[in-house]
C-alpha cells in the first residue's frame, strides 16, 4: 500500500487554465505538506496543515489554494497557472509536525 | 532567512569508492536529516539526527551531527551502482513551537560509476 500518494503523476496544461493536485495518506500522520521542486532540484516549503489547520503558509501567490478537509488529505488548487508554475509539487506528512516525512512521488507540472 | 549550504554540488566516483558529503548552515538547528531522492520519485528519508555530536548508522551509510549544531556530515561506504541519486540534507530549529519549517539544502548529486 502506497503511504502517500499524488495524483495525478504528470498534468500538462495551457496558461490561465486551473487545476487540483490531490494528496492522500494513509500513516495516521496528523501533518501535511506542500513542497515544490524547481527545475535546479531545490525543496521549498508551501504549506503545512496539522490536523486539518493551516500552520505554514509561505510567501506563495494567492493563485495558490490549499484544502485538507481531514487530516489524510490535503489538495493543491491552483488558479490562473502561468508558466513560472511549472515544477514537480510533492506532498509530505510527518507525525506531530516533526523532520522525518514521508514524501509522496510528485506531480510533474508543465504549463505551457 | 536560514539557509543550508551542500557540498560537494555533484561528484562522480567509482563503484566501490567511500564517499562524503556535508551540510553546513549559519543557523543552529535541533534535529539533521539526510534524504535520498531517486529520478522520478520523492525523497526518503535516510538518517535523523536528533544531538549534537550524534553519529549514527544504517547499513553502508553513516551521519553525523556536528558540534557547532551548524553542520552535518554523511558518508557512504563502498558504493554500488544504486546509491546514484540526490542526497539533501535537512535541519529544523525548534524554536516556538514543533511546528517548525524543515529546511532543504540545494543537494548533492552523486552519479557512480561501474
Known amino acids: 500500500d502506497t503511504a502517500v500518494s499524488q495524483t495525478p503523476k504528470y498534468l500538462v496544461t495551457q496558461m490561465g487554465n486551473d487545476k487540483s493536485i490531490k494528496c492522500e495518506q494513509n500513516?495516521?500522520?496528523?501533518?501535511m505538506y506542500w513542497y515544490k521542486q524547481d527545475s535546479k532540484k531545490f525543496l521549498k516549503i508551501m504549506f503545512s496543515?496539522?490536523?486539518?489547520?493551516?500552520?505554514i503558509n509561505e510567501t506563495v501567490p494567492n493563485r495558490f489554494s490549499p484544502k485538507s478537509p481531514d487530516k489524510a488529505h490535503l489538495n493543491l488548487h491552483i488558479n490562473s497557472l502561468e508558466l513560472g508554475d511549472s515544477a514537480v509539487y510533492f506532498c509530505?506528512?510527518?507525525?506531530?509536525?516533526?523532520?522525518?516525512?514521508?514524501f509522496g512521488s510528485g506531480t510533474r507540472l508543465t504549463v505551457v | 532567512g536560514q539557509q543550508l549550504n551542500q557540498s560537494p554540488q555533484s561528484m562522480f566516483i567509482q563503484e566501490g569508492e567511500d564517499v562524503s558529503m556535508n551540510c553546513t548552515s549559519s543557523?543552529?538547528?535541533?534535529?539533521w536529516l539526510w534524504y535520498k531522492q531517486d529520478p522520478g520519485e520523492g525523497p526518503v528519508l535516510l538518517i535523523a539526527?536528533?544531538?549534537?555530536?550524534e553519529l549514527t548508522s544504517n547499513g553502508r551509510l553513516t551521519a553525523q551531527f556536528g558540534i557547532t549544531r551548524k553542520d552535518s556530515f554523511l558518508n557512504i561506504s563502498a558504493s554500488i551502482p544504486s546509491d546514484v541519486g540526490i542526497y539533501f540534507c535537512a535541519g529544523q530549529s525548534l524554536k516556538k513551537t514543533s511546528y517548525d519549517k524543515v529546511i532543504f539544502g540545494p543537494g548533492t548529486s552523486l552519479s557512480v560509476i561501474p
Open positions: 543557523s543552529i538547528f535541533n534535529t
Open positions: 509530505a506528512s510527518s507525525q506531530g509536525g516533526g523532520a522525518r516525512y514521508t
Open positions: 500513516l495516521g500522520h496528523d501533518t
Open positions: 496543515y496539522n490536523n486539518k489547520e493551516l500552520i
Open positions: 539526527l536528533y544531538k549534537a555530536g
